[in-house]
């Protein structure tokens, strides 16, 4: 093997020797890494648990699902191009996905659950399919009413208020999320709005199209090495609903949301956005404040 | 490395036990301290044991393998994203202490990004062709040779000084 205080190999260009410098640098310290216990024991542990958290969630949503009520409902679909392309419902269908050829299909990101965390693919099929459709329409609808650097907005596969945006390698979180707002003892009492200057925080009280009244919020944090990303959210409430639009930087390229606040407000205030929320509001796509997603 | 001998009707354990070394140094490169690799390591080896059906069914159960560590790795990492948005300022994480070039390479990989540094692992760590490396994380070869070509930069620049260290002492 070639050892890193040996000369460099011939004639070969200095990006090789990175690499042989780069390749030697592992190996030593993979070589010198602390010894491993055996993990196999302890995870088939957390595999078993795994397996039994996604049978529990399968269970919990299929009696949700009886509860909720969840199908004929008529949900408004767009087109790429923003404007409505039909008015009826692909999940009034009997077959509730809606082909290539009626709504561009915008193939989800997939995302491998961590532990603890169920993922949309533990849903049965009727209540997946249900929030795939949603999740279709609503990624549309926001990269038609987002800044175009976050476009192509896709679905996340993980949870249905998950999408990513952004071209070229960027990759920018976004969570648009309608989620039921608690209710009795597990109700809390909403957050106040408040800048806090050490932790980059801004916060504005503003008011969107009929009266409802929203928080714009710029989050400025530190992440790597002392740089810093920002990202920005919008949150109100709609119904008995708590709406929550927020965009991330890309943390491993270092690059801040390519929105403002203010940006996010002007989405919130779309006719569009407010139907799309109306819909999600009448037929709930995510777990009611205070309860525990996949356990 | 994996191999297919132990696709048996469960062949989970033999698998896991095989594989577990490479991986844990693969995740120690990527999370820079042994704690967490091990951590890694095992999540990785719990969702293999979970989707063991698939993983036994797949052509390279070791490929499989690969791609769930590095993709649950970065999972990781863009929760902490989310963590910073929550409004939670978040620290880097400390080297380990071990040999000078060690800790100089950790913390010179601690420099990286989260899915440059990945790339660079299973670049020049996995020995993994571009077209691969972008393909497990799902961006264009174009751009893993870039983020490759200023990353190397970045850790030769760091290395080159343990290199000389090194070889004076």
């Known amino acids: 093997m070639y050892v890193l205080m040996d000369p460099p190999p011939g004639d070969e260009p200095g990006r090789d020797d990175d690499e042989l410098l780069v390749r030697t640098a592992m190996e030593r310290t993979t070589a010198g890494a602390p010894p491993l216990p055996d993990l196999v024991t302890g995870a088939l542990v957390q595999g078993r648990r795994r397996r039994a958290r996604a049978r529990a969630a399968i269970g919990a949503t299929a009696t949700a699902i009886v509860g909720l009520g969840l199908f004929g409902a008529a949900l408004p679909v767009w ?43 533990d849903l049965p099929a009727d ?24 476009g192509p907005v896709r679905p996340v596969d993980i949870a249905v208020n998950r999408y990513q945006g952004g071209a070229d390698g960027r990759v920018f979180p976004i969570s648009f999320s309608v989620r039921p707002l608690a209710t009795g003892k597990a109700a809390r009492a909403d957050r106040p709005c408040l800048d806090v200057a050490a932790k980059g925080l801004r916060c504005d009280e503003v008011s969107l199209p ?53 940006e996010l407000v002007a989405v919130a205030g779309d006719a569009m956005f407010i139907e799309m929320v109306a819909y999600a509001n009448e037929h709930p796509m995510e777990a009611k404040e205070g309860s525990v997603r996949g356990g | 490395m994996f191999t297919g001998a132990s696709r048996g009707a469960d062949g989970f354990e033999e698998f896991a036990r095989a594989g577990q070394h490479r991986l844990y140094r693969t995740a120690y490169l990527l999370c820079g301290d042994a704690d967490a690799a091990r951590d890694l390591t095992q999540t990785t080896l719990a969702k293999l044991f979970q989707h063991w059906h698939r993983v036994r069914a797949a052509d390279h159960p070791d490929a499989y393998a690969r791609t769930v560590l590095t993709r649950t790795y970065i999972a990781e990492r863009r929760r902490r994203l989310r963590d910073l948005l929550a409004h939670t300022p978040i620290a880097a994480p400390a080297p380990a202490v071990g040999p000078e070039l060690t800790v100089t390479l950790l913390a010179a990989l601690a420099e990286l990004p989260p899915r440059a540094r990945a790339m660079v692992v299973l670049r020049y760590w996995e020995d993994l062709s571009v077209e691969t490396v972008a393909d497990l994380l799902r961006c264009s070869p174009s751009t893993v040779k870039s983020q490759c070509s200023r990353s190397l930069a970045t850790l030769r620049a760091r290395l080159g000084d343990a290199h000389l260290y090194t070889a004076r002492s």
Not at chain 1, 95 to 100: K, L
Not at chain 1, 217 to 234: P, S
Not at chain 1, 235 to 256: E, K, N, P
């Open chain 1, 210 to 262: 009929g009266g409802i009244m929203a928080q714009a919020i710029t989050a400025t944090g530190n992440a790597d090495e002392g740089k810093t990303i920002t990202g920005a959210t919008v949150r109100f409430v709609y119904g008995h609903s708590r709406v929550t639009l927020t965009v991330g930087g890309d943390a491993d390229a270092m690059v801040s949301a390519p929105v403002t606040a203010e």
């Open chain 1, 79 to 121: 087109g790429g191009d923003g404007e409505p392309v039909r008015q009826w419902s692909a999940a009034s269908r009997t077959s509730p996905v809606p082909t290539a050829t009626e709504v561009p299909v915008r193939p989800p990101v997939h995302i491998e659950p961590s532990p603890g965390e169920t993922s949309m693919a």
């Open chain 1, 127 to 150: 209540e997946l399919s249900r929030q795939r459709v949603f999740q279709n329409e609503a990624a549309g609808m926001l990269e038609t009413l987002l800044p175009r650097a976050l």
